[in-house]
């Protein structure tokens, strides 16, 4: 009896390991986190560039109000694009990741993009909320506070 | 009847691929991505991210004038 469970349990491996050739070769490399960055750095800014387009189809809607859009243009949309800019520059000048870590960290500290909250009204939080997630991806990529 | 322990086996059966290919994860050795390679490929990203938030600043600038 036991040899013959034995052998179920050689057979059952070995046919599923020629079924599942995939799962089977060599793992790609994990992306270096400069580049993971620079790549999550291009997803916020799309985000930002969709609720650029989004708040100026709202206004013409009359669902935001132009001070709406005035203040979320100045407190988050034209603070986080100029921040983008510096970060991506920090990128391209600075080969070793930790001491461009440092350097951006330093870099979103003084952009104050995470105290949008309290200053955007809360309908329209709910606008900028998919620029948020992704600049919450970086912040945590990089250790800084997540808004 | 097959007893209880054969029959969670005979259940992991299909996931020992995935195992193996996890484990075998662990020890791998990539080949390094050179820093010439990793700038360029960091510089092939952020000149479209520059260009988008150009393009941001630029359009948050003029509906201030507005």
Known sequence: ?147 | MIPVPLALLIQLIPEIPKLVGDFRALFTKYPALSPADLMAAIAQVSTTTDATADAILAKAALDAKA
């Open chain 1, 1 to 147: 009896m036991r040899i013959a469970i034995a052998f179920m349990l050689v057979i059952g491996l070995v046919s599923c390991g020629g079924t599942n050739p995939n799962t089977l070769t060599t793992p790609t490399a994990p992306t270096p986190p400069a580049l993971k960055l620079a790549n999550d750095l291009h997803a916020f800014t799309d985000s930002l560039a969709a609720v650029q387009n989004a708040l100026e189809t709202a206004k013409v809607n009359g669902a935001v109000t132009p001070s709406t859009m005035a203040t979320i243009n100045a407190k988050f949309i034209v603070p986080s694009a100029t921040l983008v800019k510096q970060i991506d520059a920090i990128l391209r000048a600075q080969a070793d990741w930790l001491t461009a870590k440092k350097q951006i960290i330093g870099a979103v500290a003084a952009a104050g993009v995470a105290n949008v909250s309290a200053s955007v009204p809360a309908t329209a939080q709910t606008v900028i909320a998919v620029s948020l997630a992704a600049y919450n991806t970086i912040a945590v990529e990089i250790g800084a506070p997540s808004i």
